[in-house]
């Protein structure tokens, strides 16, 4: 294998699942555009009205299950086969397309829509059918605590100090089909630079962040992510 590169860090957001007919957030009929994110994107929105959550994520639940992966989340798949050294996927989606493609070493830094937990005894399972607030936990019994397991607006995410020992050592890094709007991962091509690694922006337009990246390829991801991964390897 030709790459210079040793150590990868992936940041992958909605654009690369929006032509599998998944919608992004911020595009001109993005979900952002239709719901109001407070309501239905934070525990505040999910305190006030859980049915209109429960309602929000089973659309979205049910429209995943119809998806099916595209050639850019093939084309990252195929790279981390024939990557040797260090390679971390991390990905902003809540979909299940980066697996399905077969993407292993991949982290769910903002939860996973087929998935649920229960906010009485904790338990966190798979999920396929729509729920709501008569919904019991299937290990505790009680109706009325379930949500999706997805990081919603002033929480946590997921997995951040992997996150953060995976770019402290990478050389290169690349972002895919990400606006470059929402922190922390809005964050992580600064981090990956500041420490020395070759930054790529890979996007239908220029992101928020766009300045910072040394390199930048535009149009679908279908297209250019499969095009510049051949040409890595
Ligand atoms: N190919 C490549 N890029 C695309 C495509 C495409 N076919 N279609 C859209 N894009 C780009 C858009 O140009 C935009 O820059 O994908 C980006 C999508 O941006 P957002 O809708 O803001 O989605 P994302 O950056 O993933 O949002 C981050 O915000 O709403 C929260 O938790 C949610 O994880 C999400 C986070």
Known sequence: MASPYQSLVILTGAGISA?????????KDGL?????????????GF?????????????RRRNLLEAAPNPAHAALADLERQWPRDF?????????????????????????LLKIRCENCGDRR?????????????????????RPHVVWFGEMPLGMAQIEQALAACDLFISIGTSGNVYPAAGFVAEARRQGAHTVELNLEPSEGHSVFAEKRYGPASEIVPAFMRALL
């Open 47 to 59: 305190a006030r009205n859980p049915a209109l959550v429960h309602e929000f994520y089973n659309a």
């Open 19 to 27: 032509e599998s007919g998944l919608g992004t957030f911020r595009d």
């Open 32 to 44: 952002w555009t239709q719901y109001d994110l407070r309501d239905v994107a934070t525990p505040e």
């Open 126 to 146: 798979e999920c396929r059918q729509d729920i709501d607030l008569a919904t019991a936990c299937p290990a505790c019994g009680t109706p009325g605590y379930l």
């Open 88 to 112: 971390l996927l991390v990905t902003q989606n809540v979909d299940d397309l980066h697996e399905r493609a077969g993407s292993t070493r991949l982290l769910h830094m903002h939860g996973e």
